[in-house]
């Protein structure tokens, strides 16, 4: 129900942006952030965004570098990744909740399937 795209192979410096689209139901109501893995090294947050856009959250390593933001007529949310650098290298996993803007691993109620995104030094 959730379709993350826009990943790829980008250089260091370099910018990507991701999208995550959702089908089957309307998540306009739903809050929506991004997480990603590095290889090795646990799920961790790194972008979420309210219902109405109104609040946005980020990870102190993307801030400044990361844009988070949603279309909620196209039942979509963004990851405007600038800046990017090799420690940015992870699948990027976008989620949906019902009632939190920040959702945790175990309790966001919808995930996509994550793209892979690779930055070269």
């Known amino acids: ?67 988070i933001s949603r279309d909620n007529a196209k039942n979509t949310v963004y990851l405007q990744m600038n800046s990017l650098k090799p420690e940015d290298t992870a699948i990027y996993y976008c989620e949906a909740d019902r009632t939190q803007v920040l959702c945790t691993i175990s309790s966001c109620d919808f995930w996509g399937q994550g793209t892979l995104v690779t930055v070269s030094s």
């Open 1 to 67: 129900q959730l379709q993350a795209s826009g990943g790829g192979l980008v250089q260091a410096g370099g910018s990507l942006r991701l999208s995550c689209a959702a089908s089957g139901r309307t998540f306009s109501l739903y809050s929506k952030g991004w997480f990603r893995q590095a290889p090795g090294k646990e799920r961790e947050f790194v972008a979420a965004i309210s219902w109405g856009g109104s609040r946005t959250e980020y990870a102190d390593s993307v801030k400044g570098r990361f844009t």
